[in-house]
């Protein structure tokens, strides 16, 4: 049956539609092609997913062996998957789909950390692992085949765990199970010499050992690919090959990962970020919290810092609207800490009060000019301590000053409470929506001349006052729910609540470096992803309770094999 261009159109809007049902990011759909649509009944879909713990997208891209190297000639691939917590926490991630900001879990017995967001009074929240889902949903069998015992201690409900202890025993096992077991239908094998040849002479190609587990792990890969060939059904089935990392490099410099994603019918694809990628903070509930930042960013009785951040308001707020801060809840004239808020009339305004610390309530400056809804703007916040009696806070937009105020009667500024984007309650509150993004924290007051000289400034490293950066995050991952501290010293920042990652294609940020727009496709790599692909192949259906960062982004594609 010849398809039309009528049918075909229909076919990708319904395809878009579906994407944007099961994911937050809209994805756009690769152009219709002429194809026959083929019975979906007539083969078995089963996912074969092999992890090389501890190499890089760098270092495989660098010696791409024979074959990941023919994997990758029908696959969507990455080489700059988003770096993961830990070889733990990566784990976790491609078995429960979702990101170390909700499973918390990053040390090797597997256990969550409890931190400043979780409520002692609450159960604390587990993930299903993506082995459950299927077993609930299929009548197959899984296997997870790894020399590492915690990982199978972790993984409690797989029917095949083997006891290995060498990556020869895991190829073995897993080319036994792979040619005899007809039923299987998931199946995650986990390969660990790379990272075992990197934590002994280093994470580099110049470590000959390290590059031969490299080779001998792509060796290994071929190996199972033989054993999938001699399957009784192989003919009737339909396998999706996925080899990975779990984390690449070690952990005190870990590395961006990579992943490759086969079935013969694939057309070769990058994933990668297209575009801007930010945030849109939109509810009460969204919002990206830094819990432990052990007294980095306490602002004090007698401290001078600079916090600037490029923002763009979605509408004019009509009540007060808090945006950022580090404070507690501003009621009345109760506050400690600062806060930085929208407020009716269309000004930005920031609150000031130390009445927790023993100085007087809240003091507010407001900007002389109104941002509007339709730019992004650069705020500038700076503190500088003079003396007892002068404490100057000062305020620009785009470089631009718009007020000043003596903050010294407000005292100490401390709090226990989080350094935080997104709503914050107070009074009259309301939600105005907006993007954020280039957050920097400096550990002194900037210069007037300064910041004029660095608005717009896309490379941070260059900036005159590197030296006193002890925070930075671009807020442009894309994906998942974190963001990402790049600066020297400082810590990541957890995304929760109703948020929503935006492409923005070319409307960039002013100190966001635009990247050449490659494709339709914004599609950022993640370990996460890996669960989500794999309900995805097995025709499960990710419901919204699976709580899933991941993405199925193979929907994006269908044209290539639902044929």
Excluded at 224 to 229: D, F, G, K, P, Y
Excluded at 287 to 312: C, H, I, P
Excluded at 336 to 347: F, H, M
Excluded at 417 to 433: K, L, M, Q
């Amino acid at each position: 049956m010849k398809l039309n261009a009528k049918f075909i159109a229909t076919v990708c809007l319904a395809i878009v539609a579906a994407a944007l049902y099961s994911s937050c990011k809209k994805y756009d759909n690769p152009p219709p092609v002429y194809e026959e649509i083929k019975d979906l009944t007539a083969s078995q879909r089963k996912v074969l997913v092999v992890s090389i713990d501890g190499l890089s997208g760098a270092d495989l891209i660098k010696a791409l062996p024979a074959n990941m190297a023919k994997l990758q000639k029908n696959a969507k691939f990455s080489y700059n998957t988003l770096i993961t917590a830990s070889s733990t926490g990566g784990w976790v991630s491609m078995l429960t789909g979702t990101g170390f900001s909700k499973h918390k879990i990053s040390n090797e017995n597997f256990e969550r950390e409890q931190d400043g967001s979780d409520n002692e009074h609450e159960d604390l929240v587990y993930f299903r692992n993506v082995l459950d889902y299927v077993t609930q949903y299929k009548s197959v069998t899984t296997a997870l085949i790894t020399p590492w015992k915690n990982l199978r201690d972790y993984v409690k409900n797989s029917d095949y765990a083997p006891v290995v202890n060498t990556d020869q025993a895991v190829q073995d096992s897993a080319a036994s199970l792979l040619s005899k077991v007809n039923n299987l239908g998931t199946v995650f094998v986990n390969f660990k010499d790379v990272e075992y040849a990197g934590e002994d002479g280093g994470y580099t190609l110049s470590n000959d050992t390290y590059k031969n587990a490299i080779v001998q792990a792509d060796t290994r890969v071929g190996k199972l690919l033989e054993a999938l060939q001699t399957r009784k059904n192989y003919a009737g089935e339909d396998w999706l090959i996925i080899v990975t990392t779990n984390h690449g490099g070690s952990l005190s410099e870990p590395q961006n990962g990579f992943v490759i994603v086969y079935n013969p019918s694939f057309k070769e694809f990058e994933l990668k970020k297209s575009g801007f990628n930010p945030v849109l903070f939109n509810t009460k509930t969204s919002r990206a919290v830094l819990d432990k930042d052990n007294g980095l960013y306490d602002a004090g009785e007698t401290k001078s810092f600079s916090v600037q951040m490029d923002v763009k308001f979605n509408a004019t707020p009509n009540g007060y609207s808090s945006f950022f801060s580090k404070s507690t809840n501003l009621s009345g004239q109760r506050i400690t800490g600062w806060q930085w808020a929208y407020y009716p009339g269309g000004k930005w305004v920031v609150t000031v009060g130390g009445t927790l610390n023993g100085g007087q309530g809240k003091q507010e400056a407001a900007s002389a000019d109104a941002p509007g809804t339709t730019d992004w703007h650069t705020y500038t916040m700076t503190v500088n301590y003079v003396n007892s009696s002068t404490r100057n806070l000062v305020m620009y937009m785009d470089g631009k000053q718009q007020n000043s105020i003596n903050i010294s009667n407000r005292k100490s500024l401390s709090t226990a409470e989080a350094f935080r984007i997104g709503h914050r309650e107070g009074d009259n509150d309301v939600v105005t929506p907006f993007y954020s993004a280039n957050l920097a924290y400096f550990n002194t007051a900037l210069s007037e001349e300064t910041i004029q000289k660095t608005m717009g400034l896309t490379d941070i490293t260059k900036h005159p006052n590197y030296g006193n950066l002890i925070g930075f995050w671009p807020m442009d991952e894309g994906t998942e729910g974190t963001f990402f501290n790049t600066a020297p010293g400082g810590y990541n920042m957890g995304l929760s609540g109703g948020y929503t990652w935006t492409n923005l294609n070319s409307f960039y940020a002013p100190g966001t470096k635009p990247e050449p727009i490659t494709s339709v496709l914004s599609i950022p790599s993640t370990a996460s992803d890996i669960a989500a692909l794999t309900l995805y192949w097995m025709n499960i259906d990710i419901l919204a309770d699976f709580n899933y960062d991941g993405k199925p982004y193979l929907k994006n594609f269908e044209i290539e094999f639902l044929k």
